[in-house]
């Protein structure tokens, strides 16, 4: 499995853009980048994910650097509701099975 | 997105008792399915993948006899805690795709307490 880094924890001000980064130097050819978000005490929650191109979806936007090493995960418009666990995973051909490491503790505050 | 249905929300127990958890795929069919825990403050573990049909396949290091998963049918998973003990207390989380190599949807997870 290819190994992620995230940082621990992030700050953010509601209403301004939230940028997590993800480490992921080991990744596969064909592995895609997902992210989830896990809120205290709920399942995760699909975010977005993505194999080369940058993304965009209504929840978010991912920026992949061209050697895939790494991604950045944008919520351009935060909210106290994005306050959780986010966690940045790569996903190949295993069949769907996700692994996940420590994640980013995003706090936004008021 | 598609829903997956995980009942109970939490359970209480004695020690010694066995306590079943169901992972429901209410939209749609899932010829696999995937058992975590987490403990507090702590990330998700893959504890095994279910497979319709098949034995489980169990991550290193859990005990399949303590942790019997069934996956009798395509929109069914069970996952049963036998002889609980207090540090099988943990938050037991089951998801499933729409089709292989697809994105997972999650259940809401079901909270253990073993007293």
């Known amino acids: 499995d290819a190994k992620t880094t995230q940082p621990t924890s992030m700050d953010c001000a509601e209403g301004r853009a939230a940028n997590l980064p993800c480490n992921h130097s080991?990744?596969?050819?064909?592995?895609?980048v997902y992210w989830y978000r896990q809120i205290h005490s709920q399942g995760p929650q699909y975010i977005i994910h993505?194999?080369?191109n940058n993304e965009t979806n209504e929840m978010a936007s991912l920026i992949i650097t061209e050697d895939r090493k790494s991604s950045t995960l944008i919520l351009p418009h935060a909210t106290l509701r994005d306050t959780a666990v986010y966690y940045c995973t790569p996903l190949g051909t295993s069949g769907s099975r996700l692994t996940f490491g420590e994640g980013t503790q995003l706090t936004v505050n008021p | 997105g598609a829903v997956v249905s995980q009942h109970p929300s939490w359970v209480i127990c004695k020690s010694g008792t066995s306590v079943k958890i169901e992972c429901r795929s209410l939209d749609f069919q899932a010829t696999t399915m995937f058992w975590y825990r987490q403990f507090p403050k702590q990330s998700l573990m893959l504890m095994a993948t279910?497979?319709?049909?098949?034995?489980?396949?169990?991550e290193q290091g859990v005990e399949k006899d303590k942790f019997l998963i069934n996956h009798a049918s395509l929109t069914l998973s069970t996952l049963t805690v036998t002889s609980a003990h207090p540090e099988d207390s943990s938050f037991y989380i089951c998801?499933?795709?729409?089709?292989?190599?697809?994105?997972?949807?999650f259940g809401s997870g079901t909270q253990l307490s073993v007293l």
């Open positions: 993505g194999l080369k």
């Open positions: 279910s497979n319709e049909g098949s034995k489980a396949t169990y």
């Open positions: 080991t990744i596969s050819g064909n592995e895609y």
């Open positions: 998801s499933a795709a729409v089709a292989t190599n697809e994105k997972l949807f």
